[in-house]
């Protein structure tokens, strides 16, 4: 049973354009969000999160939304640029009572970035 | 660089075997998770420790153990392999529970 679900394992982007992302879940319980970006050989690297409070969160050219009825984000890039491709994983976390902070993946959108 | 530092890269081994990984956090991080990536798949949790207590378990079969240090390192040890449990093995850190994971690069074990 996937709780976080990307439906797209691949998107093709102009350069300078923008990159849209998706992901769902099913998880009412998930209350804070994260992006997290892996190039080939690499571990994943953080990028930009945010909480249920929240419907949208930037940071430069990433811009995050949330639909909390839809239990849907989509993280956006903009302009999109050749060092932004690699694999997008969408992650979510509900905080328990026990302090523990388990992330749940989704399996990955590969993004490639055409000059 | 996340700081975080796993051993070894690469690992081959055959079936039935026992092997050890290794994970040093980022330095002042209390927190080590585990996560497991098979082909295809996304992370999958396996473990967390905070300051040398289990914390939380998750998808990690009774083959596999792990435990953190004094010195906070975590080891995660995996026995009676089979070909199923080739992968990618992620170590996170972080220093509170409310703060994004920092992840090593991973250890790819291939059992043969």
């Known amino acids: 049973d996937q709780q976080v679900k990307q439906n797209s394992p691949s998107l093709s982007v102009q350069e300078g354009r923008i990159s849209i992302l998706n992901c769902d879940y099913t998880n009412s319980m998930f209350d804070y969000f994260l992006w997290y970006k892996k190039y080939p050989a690499e571990g994943p690297t953080f990028l930009i999160s945010i909480s249920s409070i929240k419907d949208k969160n930037e940071d430069g050219r990433f811009t995050v939304f949330l639909n909390k009825s839809a239990k849907h984000l989509s993280l956006h890039i903009v302009p999109s640029q050749p060092g932004d491709s690699a694999v997008y994983f969408c992650a979510a976390s509900a905080h328990s009572g026990a302090g523990s902070y388990q992330l749940t993946f989704g399996k990955g959108t590969k993004l490639s970035v055409i000059p | 660089d996340s700081g975080v530092t796993q051993t070894p890269k690469h690992l081959i081994t055959a079936t039935g075997q026992r092997v050890t990984l290794r994970c040093s956090p980022r330095s002042g991080d209390l927190s080590v998770y585990w996560y497991q990536q098979s082909l295809d798949q996304g992370l999958q949790f396996l473990i967390q420790y905070y300051n040398g207590e289990e914390r939380a378990k998750g998808n990690i079969l009774e083959r596999f153990s792990a435990q953190q240090f004094p010195d906070l390192h975590s080891e995660l040890n995996l026995s009676s392999l089979e070909l199923g449990d080739s992968a990618l093995y992620f170590c996170?850190?972080?220093?509170?529970?409310?703060?994004?994971?920092?992840f090593g690069n991973g250890t790819r074990l291939t059992v043969t």
């Open positions: 996170a850190s972080s220093p509170r529970n409310d703060s994004p994971l920092h």
